[in-house]
């Protein structure tokens, strides 16, 4: 069983940069896609971007990132740490969200998000 | 981007009742839609993908249509735990985008 779990700083201020991390359990690093998905309060889910391993080396994968970052954001991998992080720079109120890590099977007929981690909220204090 | 648009926003029902929830993409994305169940302070758990398919051990009243451009998700008989909000998620264009919800909340 595919188990995730976030992890981050609690609070981050305006124009500083969030960094969060996913920890893996129960799957191979090399087989999924591991994506990140926020939801601001009250609100719905935005899909922010995801890596999957390319197959040189870790820390190496290949992304795709939501252009409604403005490119802020960058996501990378951690196969022998079994985790892949999120760094968002330059945040500002309207980054304040519970961010979710997710993943989405290598082999998979759909890009679904079979599986989440319990989400971490980021409030963004000004 | 393709903009997902879902109605209602919210419904009140009953147990026992059938609740229909529509889906409609901004552009054709074939059948690539899935839909989620989110409840409070939870993450969204997947219920059905490929517009059609059941997620290992989602129960069967639950259930997926689609007829030109609208996407259905379908409660055949409401139950206590499906209380939620559930959201559609296209795939077949980068940016992956969600709709905004559909709460179920008791009449």
């Known amino acids: 069983q595919v188990q995730l779990q976030e992890s981050g700083p609690g609070l981050v201020k305006a124009s500083e940069t969030l960094s969060l991390t996913c920890s893996v359990s129960?799957?191979?690093?090399?087989?999924?896609?591991w994506n990140w998905i926020r939801q601001p309060p009250g609100k719905g889910l935005e899909w922010i971007g995801y890596i999957y391993y390319s197959g040189s080396g870790s820390g190496s994968g290949r992304t795709n990132y939501n252009p409604s970052l403005e490119s802020r954001g960058t996501i990378s991998l951690d196969t022998s740490g079994k985790q892949f992080s999120l760094r968002l720079r330059s945040v500002t109120a309207a980054d304040t969200a519970m961010y979710y890590c997710?993943?989405?099977?290598?082999?998979?007929?759909?890009?679904?998000?079979?599986?989440w981690g319990q989400g971490t909220l980021v409030p963004v204090s000004s | 981007d393709t903009q997902m648009t879902q109605s209602p926003s919210s419904l009140s029902a009953s147990i026992g009742d059938r609740v229909t929830i529509t889906c409609q993409a901004s552009?054709?994305?074939?059948?690539?839609l899935n839909w989620y169940q989110q409840k409070p302070g939870k993450a969204p758990k997947l219920l059905i993908y490929d517009v059609y398919n059941l997620k290992k051990g989602v129960p069967s009243r639950f259930s997926g249509s689609v007829s030109g451009a609208d996407f259905t998700f379908t409660i055949s008989s409401l139950q206590p735990e499906d209380f939620a909000t559930y959201f559609c998620?296209?795939?077949?264009?980068?940016?992956?985008?969600f709709g905004p919800g559909t709460t179920v909340d008791v009449k």
């Open positions: 997710a993943s989405r099977h290598e082999d998979s007929s759909t890009f679904s998000f079979d599986y």
């Open positions: 552009q054709d994305i074939a059948n690539s």
């Open positions: 998620q296209q795939y077949h264009d980068l940016p992956l985008t």
């Open positions: 129960g799957a191979s690093m090399t087989s999924y896609y």
